[in-house]
């Protein structure tokens, strides 16, 4: 390749560079395709997994977040964005979060708080025009909440009375069960001595019903703790 | 970094010949915010000071005043472009220190993640290099390309540029099909595009014009420099951490490792191209493969406790060898955390390549070697 | 009747305010259109939209950006060499508008008819490269004086394969023997004179593009290089020199070296137009509007190559005028002339 | 890990010791004195292995030491060692000093800049020992451990 050969392929890939942009050109030109997005036209679709400022979530059941203002969020955040207080409340064992302020100014949306976080209340909210005309950007998370919180604790109170007149039914019960079951033993005893063959079946039916009774209201107890339920009656149908 | 001008940039000689040019931290092509002060001849690079440290964020003092968990997200900070490489290259030399298990899903979520994440960065190196040689519409062409892997990314990790999408152990959430699927389509459009950037980039014979021969860096030099990457491998050597330390599942997948021996601006611009193949190569590998089962092991501990002892972990960032030095005292606070960075080694080498070249190459041979400020500055 | 639109106004006192205020008036809308086609035409080019806020299809965006850099305070910064660093904007605005007036946009529209417009077009372009050197030189920034030395050593590179090439075309026009029938009386075609090149592609219909195709690339690419545009657009490498030699200015002083830019892309497209694609030459609409109908193909040429390649680096351009370019050209010159007196 | 590599470094480490590789990601380690720094940065580049990473380890308070760290790796099989080189001094010291190996190994020019502005550790013949991340009028050592502690700076809010 000489010199005119040279300068005749280099003058051919300036072609072909231009072959490119122009049949891009045409796509727009012609196609009418752009990739643009007009951002305040129309709005980005955001992911599902979209991370933006943290919120507490509102659970259906209760209408209400379920911070027990434990501060694992407050401990982990590496920003030390997270300041929270609270604890016990009036009325009811539980403990609230009083005060959730978060500085979203600072926060680097790690996600740790969440991962932290032992009774899953927190969530990436999907705010994404995160603008302001100032730096203070401190948000209180639980003033959305605040108003429904009398009534989250009258509920949670009649809950746990509710749940502590299951377990004390359920400790009578359990009492109940045992005596019967002594005295059944003791007859069994009794009966084995008299006849050896009709023991299995006896005890086994005698036994069942108080366990049955036991069981579903020791299960209940601490799911409730976590998610309690607004409508009862699903929950009470077994313990009445 | 005050003094305008150092006592050794004035005109040497007293000929009047040399001056001096203050290129940045404020210059259109200064990748972030590096500065460098060109002792100039006429056009000529009689010497090549560069200037760093105006994106110190102090990480490894960070790292010191933190627990483990904590500097988790730090890790994707350190250099924003790869900052998945990184996050996920910090959980696995903790992993390793604990002997925490990953998962094999886990595993090979990562391997993808990662390799998305590398050709996004060598995306956007193709258009800030073909920025800088003054060629803007490739620029927009890769962003385009990034803007795909962005959104691929943001659909799983939930933000598109500093994820911290790792955990101890595993990832923070699952794939899907879609995402699966979406991947598969990009791979099948990269791939597309790269014969495109071919014809439009490599084959231009302006471009082949400024590549060829400029900033030639030695095998012999990037040795001594400790110059990692696409910058050592376009200059003969066959140095891959994913080769030569197989870590998190790497061992498992067939790619080869480009090796180009020229050492100059197109050969490292060659390197990257055909590395974002292999990147593609692989991902195609971990979709094929990729298992049922979770994404975090059942129980882990709340605090990571470093025990007492010394642990280096690398891994290979799209810039190349990215080194951890942990220093444990057996609490969860790392005693000491050394970051050794590829791009603040690659750079090290620059005012040696710099010197006697023309203006104009400063700014090529300096966006080839991909530097990322923050990284190098930490 | 007058023949042309000069010597209508030779009859005027008014004739020089008028003319002049036509010919800014034109240039001012064609700069403010070129603008927005160029921003056009990159967008379209990378898979954008372009402006489209102000104005239907953002038409009037540059008009707002003109208005911005109109409001604007005038910097001068405080180390300058001000008689210089003032005027160069002014003469960087005032040939353009000059060599405007010598176009023959169409038979009877000239406003300044001249035995030998193609020198004084050139000259005009000359000038250029002076308001450019003060310009760098009188910013006192080394950036600007860096560009202003490479911007003087290329146009003055490249002016001469322009010439050249302009010149092979002139010596068909002077040597063939072109007769034009001009007004009732046959003249003998001077390929000096711009209307007479129009004229003699026009009456043979033939384009001197077919019969001139290497100096017609050569045109083009020195033109590229004269108008500073990419892949050559070295005096203001954004991403060496920040803004080349109007990084100091502000305003509307930048935006007269921007009024210059564009207007000297009008100007060789205009000459690239009369030289090798007729002129006001084209059936069916008026001579003047496929005259700028050609010059725009021409510009939207120039603006695809300047979004399409990288930029090359200085001694790559000197290299590539005094070794490629000025060779070309003079064999092409030579073998015109061989072929000329041959015939 | 050649033999003969270890024959070399033999005089010029006072210890030196497998590591698990696995769970340190190192394979030996080696004790040197500063004295010999030098010797054991060239063994290991003439045994075709690159400098890898300098750092530095404040245990003035714990060892009146102050520690620096060389990692060597070898680029065609991962065989990474690191070395380490006290200098004595405790909290009071004025100064620590050591010898650069700039020379040996270019890489190092920059590393050793950093440990010096992190650290004080002046490194004796480095070629130009100045500020590279700080500012240049910057006198504190910011990574030493006793350099803005989480408690000082809440006493200091307070």
């Known amino acids: 390749m000489g010199y005119f050969g040279k300068v005749l392929s280099g003058f051919g890939s300036l072609l072909t560079g231009m072959r490119i942009t122009f049949s891009q050109f045409a796509k727009t030109f012609f196609g009418r395709k752009n990739v643009t997005l007009q951002y305040p036209k129309e709005q980005p679709k955001l992911a599902p997994a979209f991370r933006s400022a943290i919120k507490l979530i509102r659970f259906e059941e209760t209408g209400t977040h379920d911070c027990v203002a434990c501060k694992a969020c407050e401990r982990i955040c590496p920003s030390y964005c997270i300041k929270l207080s609270g604890g016990k409340v009036e009325g009811i064992k539980k403990k609230r979060v009083a005060e959730f302020e978060m500085d979203f100014s600072l926060c680097s949306l790690c996600g740790l708080c969440i991962d932290a976080c032992p009774t899953d209340t927190l969530e990436y909210s999907k705010v994404y025009e995160e603008a302001g005309y100032n730096r203070d950007w401190r948000v209180d998370l639980v003033a959305e909440f605040r108003e429904y919180e009398a009534e989250f604790v009258e509920k949670q109170r009649v809950i746990e009375e509710k749940a502590a007149t299951a377990k004390k039914a359920k400790a009578e019960a359990a009492k109940k069960a045992k005596e019967a079951k002594k005295a059944k033993e003791a007859e069994k005893a009794k009966e084995a001595e008299a006849e050896a063959a009709d023991t299995a079946e006896k005890p086994d039916t005698a036994e069942k019903p108080p366990a049955l009774e036991a069981k579903p209201a020791k299960a209940d107890a601490p799911a409730k703790a976590e998610v309690p339920t607004a409508e009862v009656p699903t929950a009470e149908a077994p313990k009445s | 970094m005050t003094n305008a001008v150092p006592p050794e940039a004035t005109p040497g000689g007293g000929d009047g010949e040399v001056y001096s040019l203050n290129m940045g931290p404020q210059h259109p092509s200064m990748h972030g915010v590096l500065r460098l002060l060109l002792d100039l001849k006429g056009e000529e690079v009689v010497k090549a000071k560069p200037v760093v440290g105006y994106s110190h964020r102090a990480h490894e003092k960070m790292a010191e005043n933190r627990n483990t968990l904590q500097f988790l997200p730090n890790t994707s900070r350190i250099d924003y472009l790869s900052g998945m490489i990184y996050n996920l290259g910090y959980c696995q030399a903790i992993e390793k220190i604990l002997g925490i298990e990953v998962s094999e899903r886990a595993v090979y979520i990562r391997v993808i993640a990662n390799e998305l994440n590398r050709i996004s960065s060598h995306l956007l190196w193709f258009g800030t290099f073909l920025l800088d040689l003054g060629g803007i519409t490739p620029f927009l062409y890769s962003f385009d390309d990034r803007e795909e892997i962005l959104d691929i990314l943001d659909q799983v990790t939930g933000s598109r540029l500093t994820y911290c999408y790792g955990r101890f152990g595993g990832v923070t959430m699952d794939v899907d099909e879609d995402f699966l699927a979406r991947t598969t389509a990009f791979l099948a459009r990269i791939r597309e595009r790269l014969g495109m950037y071919d014809d439009l980039v490599a084959k231009n014979v302006i471009l082949r014009e400024r590549c060829i021969n400029v900033g030639v860096i030695s095998t012999e030099m990037a040795k001594s420099y400790g110059v990692t990457g696409p910058s050592l491998r376009a200059s003969g050597v066959v140095y891959d951490v994913r080769r030569a330390e197989p870590y998190g599942g790497y061992e498992k997948f067939d790619f080869d490792v480009p090796v180009l021996h020229e050492g100059d601006t197109m050969a490292r611009f060659h390197i990257r191209i055909s590395e974002i193949e292999e990147s593609c190569k692989i991902i195609e590998q971990a979709i094929k493969g990729i298992p049922e089962g979770a994404i975090l092991p059942k129980k882990m501990p709340k605090r990571f406790k470093i025990p007492e002892g010394e642990y280096y972990f690398a891994v290979e960032s799209a810039r190349g060898h990215f080194g951890m030095y942990i220093v444990g005292d057996g609490t969860d606070v790392p005693a000491k955390l050394k970051l050794r960075t590829p791009s603040f080694s690659n750079l090290s080498a620059m005012p040696e390549a710099l010197a006697g070249t023309m203006l104009a190459d400063t700014i090529a041979i300096v966006g080839s070697i991909d530097v990322v400020m923050p990284e190098i500055d930490r | ?343 | 890990m050649s033999k003969a590599l270890l024959e070399v470094l033999e005089p010029f480490t006072s210890s030196s010791e497998e590591s698990d590789y696995g769970a340190t990601g190192i394979h030996r380690r080696h004790t040197t004195t500063l004295d010999n720094l030098a010797r054991v940065c060239e063994a290991f580049l003439g045994a075709g292995y690159i400098f890898e990473m300098l750092s530095c380890i404040d245990l003035r308070e714990k060892e009146e030491i102050m520690r620096l760290c060389y990692t060597f790796n070898s680029l065609e099989t991962a065989d990474r060692h690191l070395v380490h080189a006290d200098i004595a001094g405790g909290l009071e010291a004025e100064s620590f000093e050591a010898p650069s190996i700039s020379s040996l190994a270019r890489g190092a020019d920059w590393q050793e800049r950093e440990t010096f502005e992190m650290y004080g550790v002046t490194f004796v013949n480095h070629p130009e020992l100045e500020r590279l991340l700080l500012p240049e009028d910057a006198d504190f050592f910011p990574l030493r451990k006793d350099f803005g502690r989480i408690e000082d700076a809440e006493a200091q809010d307070d």
């Open chain 3, 1 to 343: 009747m007058p023949e042309t639109l000069s010597q209508l106004l030779d009859d005027s006192v008014l004739a020089m305010p008028i003319a002049a205020g036509l010919i800014m008036g034109a240039l001012t809308i064609n700069v403010l259109m070129l603008v927005w086609a160029e921003r056009k035409v990159s967008a379209w080019i990378q898979r954008r939209m372009g402006p489209t806020e102000v104005g239907p299809f953002g038409l009037l965006q540059t008009l707002a950006d003109m208005l911005k850099l109109i409001s604007k305070q005038l910097i001068t910064p405080s180390n300058v060499d001000k008689p210089l660093f003032h005027l160069a904007p002014l003469l960087a605005f005032a040939p353009v508008i000059a060599a405007v007036a010598l176009m023959p946009f169409s038979k009877s529209l000239i406003l300044v008819q001249n035995d030998f417009g193609l020198l004084f077009v050139f000259a005009f372009g000359g000038i250029a490269v002076i308001a450019i050197f003060m310009a760098g030189w009188g910013s006192n920034n080394k950036y600007a004086l860096l560009g202003a030395i490479r911007s003087v050593a290329q146009s003055i590179s490249y002016e001469i394969p322009l010439i050249l090439s302009a010149l092979s075309v002139v010596l068909v026009v002077n040597a063939m023997g072109f007769t034009l029938a001009s007004g009732g009386s046959i003249v003998v075609a001077n390929g000096l004179d711009l209307s007479h090149i129009v004229m003699a592609q026009d009456q043979h219909g033939l384009w001197f593009v077919l019969v001139q195709p290497i100096a017609a690339i050569i045109y083009f690419i020195s033109a590229l290089a004269e108008t500073n545009r990419a892949p050559f657009d070295i005096p203001e490498a954004e991403s060496e020199l920040v803004a080349g030699f109007h990084t100091e200015y502000s305003g509307m002083r930048f935006s007269m070296f921007f009024f210059a830019e564009y207007t000297n892309m009008l100007i060789v497209s205009m000459l690239a137009v009369v030289l090798f694609f007729g002129g006001w030459d084209g059936p069916v609409l008026p001579g003047p509007l496929w005259f700028f109908l050609k010059s725009y193909m021409v510009i939207f040429v120039m603006m695809w190559v300047r979004w399409t390649f990288p930029r090359l680096r200085f001694d790559q351009l000197m290299t590539f005028c005094w070794k490629v370019m000025i060779p070309l050209s003079i064999l092409n010159l030579l073998a015109t002339a061989f072929v000329v007196a041959v015939l």
